[in-house]
């Protein structure tokens, strides 16, 4: 007698995620990469006709970029570029992440031991792309979209690690808010990778002290970071 096979309930709903999550990235992609000005309508419609796909997942996209601030939605006019972090927000964003980033290090150092040797691979991978865009600019080579993303996921990638070391799930839900609001500094001081090297080094500090055992040096390292950072970004803005 043959076995009844029944349809997973859900197969339809995780499909259906699965498309919405691959649209979000897309969307992602095209604010973070796009010469798009704020304000900028942004066309449920034209969207789905750019990306092949019904308007359903670009409209659930959205909603989700929304809580990022990267798009404002108007009462019966739709979605909009959301304009430029203001000076104040740029400092909020540093702030927030000096306590949420150096307080998941100290918590990541109590498991340095499991967590050295991820970070000692994602370090690899940096310098290795630091070279890249090195080289291209040593030739003269405008930087493509393509190694911009692939240099800031993993840049990034080194912060998420850490948070995924502390083996705390609400602060790994903390850190997805918090990379999407770096995307959008990104975007608004138009830093590109100028300071690939500055953040090798002081990535290799906070790998150093995670080495160490040290809780402490390793959140103070990681602080170091990010003020470091913040003051880079301070100089970027000013320049533009």
Not at 80 to 86: G, I, S, T, Y
Request: negative net charge; charged residues 25%; without cysteine.
């Amino acid at each position: 007698m043959s076995e009844t096979v029944y349809p997973l309930a859900g197969a339809a709903a995780l499909e259906r995620r699965g498309l919405r999550d691959r649209v979000y990235d897309l969307v992602l992609d095209m604010l973070m990469t796009a010469d798009i000005a704020p304000g900028t309508r942004l066309s449920i419609d034209a969207i789905a006709r750019d990306l092949k796909v019904s308007p359903t997942p670009v409209r659930e996209a959205l909603v989700q970029l929304e809580r990022t601030g990267l798009v404002t939605r108007e009462a019966l006019k739709g979605y909009r570029v959301a304009p430029p972090l203001a000076a104040g927000q740029l400092e909020a964003l540093f702030d927030a992440r000096l306590v949420l980033e150096g307080g998941a290090t100290e918590l990541a150092a109590r498991h340095a031991e499991e967590l050295v040797p991820r970070l000692e691979q994602a370090l690899t991978e940096h310098r290795a792309i630091s070279r890249i865009v090195h080289k291209s600019v040593a030739h003269g080579e405008k930087l493509s979209v393509g190694l911009i993303r692939e240099y800031f996921a993993i840049d990034w990638n080194f912060h998420h690690l850490i948070f995924e070391g502390t083996h705390n799930p609400f602060l790994l839900d903390m850190s997805e808010a918090i990379s999407t609001r770096v995307h959008r500094m990104r975007q608004t001081v138009k830093s590109g990778v100028s300071d690939a090297d500055d953040a090798v080094v002081e990535h290799s500090a906070i790998l150093d002290a995670f080495r160490g055992g040290s809780a402490e040096e390793a959140a103070a390292a990681m602080r170091a970071h990010i003020d470091r950072v913040r003051e880079r970004a301070r100089l970027d803005v000013a320049s533009q």
